[in-house]
C-alpha cells in the first residue's frame, strides 16, 4: 500500500503542475489508459534443481544408487498489466506528461521423477513511474514528424524467488550376517527477497509516419540511467532425514535421524543501471466534438520491449530483466 501511495502522489503531483497551466487558452490536456499483455524474463534464476537421470553402481560390493540433478530454466507466464498517463500541452506544443506504468510478473517450475519432486516460483512487482517533458515537433517531410524528451524515471521494483530442491542418496552393504541400508533424503528451501528502489535521468525520441485517413505507423526509443538502491534478503532452510535399516536373521532395526538448519544472509548495495524502452506500433486518430470543445480520439496498438541491464544480483547469480509484450492504449485530448 505505500509503494502504491508514493507512486500515486508522483501522477497527483503532475496534474497539479498541469493545471497551472489551464490560463493558457492554446493548452490541451490528455488522459491515457493502456492494456499491457506482457511477458517477464528474468536472467540467472535458474537455480531450480531438476531430476536428470538415475544410475547404480557396484563398488567394492557396496550397491549405491543416486540420482543426477541439474539445472532447468523457468517457464514465464504471459500477464495483464496497466499504464495510467496524463499530461499537458502548453508554451507553443511543448508537452509536459507522466505515466504510472502497474505489473505484476511470474515464472515457475515444477518436476517430479523417481520419487522426487522439485518447485520453483519467481514473482514480481513492477512500478515505474514517468515524468517527461517533450519537445514540439519537428516536421522532417510532409508526412513524417518526430519529437524529442527527456525526464526522470522512478522505479520500485520488488522480486521473490523461492526455491524447493531435493536430493536423496541410497547405499546399502551386505555382510555374511546382517546388511544395512542407508536412505538420506534432504530437501533443500530457498526464499530470496530483492528490492530495486531508485531513480534517474531519461531521454529518448519519438517518430510517427503519417499515412492518411488518421492513420500513424509511430516508434519511440528511450534510454535511462537508474540510480537505486539495491536490498537482497535470503533465507536458507535445509531438511534432511537419514533412515539406517539394520537386518540382522530375523530382526529388523530402523533409525531414522532428522535434521534441520536454518542460514540467513543479505546484500545492501547502492546501483547504476542503464534501462532500455522501445515500442512500435500503429495508432488511428479521430476528432470529435464534446460540450461544444473539440476533442480528439487516438487508439494505439503496438509492441514493447522494455531491459533492465544488469538489474539480477541474487546470491551468485546475474543478468539482465526483460519485459516484452503488446500494448492497447487509449487517449483522449481535450
Excluded at 64 to 77: A, H, I
Excluded at 145 to 151: E, K, V
Aim: glycine fraction near 8%; hydrophobic fraction near 40%; proline fraction near 1%.
Amino acid at each position: 500500500m505505500f509503494k502504491f501511495l508514493k507512486t500515486l502522489s508522483c501522477v497527483l503531483m503532475l496534474f497539479t503542475a498541469s493545471q497551472s497551466f489551464a490560463s493558457n487558452s492554446d493548452s490541451q490536456f490528455f488522459i491515457e489508459g493502456d492494456l499491457l499483455v506482457w511477458q517477464p524474463h528474468l536472467e540467472g534464476i535458474q537455480r531450480l534443481i531438476n531430476v536428470e537421470s538415475e544410475t547404480t553402481s557396484v563398488v567394492d560390493g557396496v550397491d549405491t544408487g543416486s540420482v543426477n540433478l541439474q539445472n532447468k530454466k523457468f517457464d514465464f507466464d504471459w500477464r495483464a498489466g496497466y499504464r495510467l498517463g496524463l499530461g499537458y500541452n502548453f508554451c507553443s506544443n511543448w508537452v509536459l506528461e507522466g505515466f504510472w506504468t502497474h505489473y505484476r510478473g511470474h515464472g515457475s517450475k515444477q518436476f517430479s521423477k523417481f520419487g522426487l519432486s522439485a518447485t520453483g516460483h519467481w514473482d514480481m512487482d513492477y512500478d515505474v513511474v514517468d515524468v517527461l517533458l517533450v519537445t514540439p515537433a519537428c516536421c522532417a517531410c510532409g508526412c513524417f514528424d518526430w519529437n524529442a524528451f527527456g525526464g526522470i524515471k522512478v522505479a520500485l521494483i520488488d522480486s521473490e524467488i523461492t526455491t524447493r530442491d531435493p536430493l536423496r542418496n541410497l547405499s546399502s552393504s551386505v555382510f555374511t550376517t546382517e546388511s544395512i541400508t542407508s536412505l538420506i533424503q534432504s530437501i533443500n528451501h530457498v526464499k530470496d527477497k530483492f528490492y530495486f528502489h531508485g531513480f534517474g535521468p531519461e531521454i529518448g525520441v519519438n517518430s510517427r509516419y503519417h499515412c492518411g485517413c488518421g492513420i500513424s505507423i509511430f516508434a519511440k526509443a528511450a534510454g535511462s540511467l537508474v540510480f537505486a538502491h539495491f536490498k537482497d534478503k535470503v533465507h536458507v532452510r535445509d531438511q534432511s532425514t537419514d533412515s539406517t535399516s539394520i537386518v540382522m536373521g530375523s530382526s529388523v532395526s530402523r533409525i531414522d535421524l532428522l535434521t534441520n538448519s536454518r542460514v540467513r544472509s543479505g546484500n545492501d548495495d547502492f546501483l547504476c543501471r542503464p534501462v532500455l524502452d522501445l515500442s512500435l506500433g500503429v495508432e488511428w486518430e479521430r476528432n470529435f466534438s464534446c460540450c461544444n470543445h473539440d476533442s480528439t480520439l487516438v487508439v494505439k496498438l503496438a509492441w514493447e520491449h522494455h531491459q533492465w541491464f544488469g538489474f539480477n544480483r541474487v546470491a551468485l547469480a546475474s543478468g539482465d530483466l526483460y519485459l516484452d509484450g503488446v500494448t492497447l492504449s487509449g487517449i483522449v485530448r481535450f
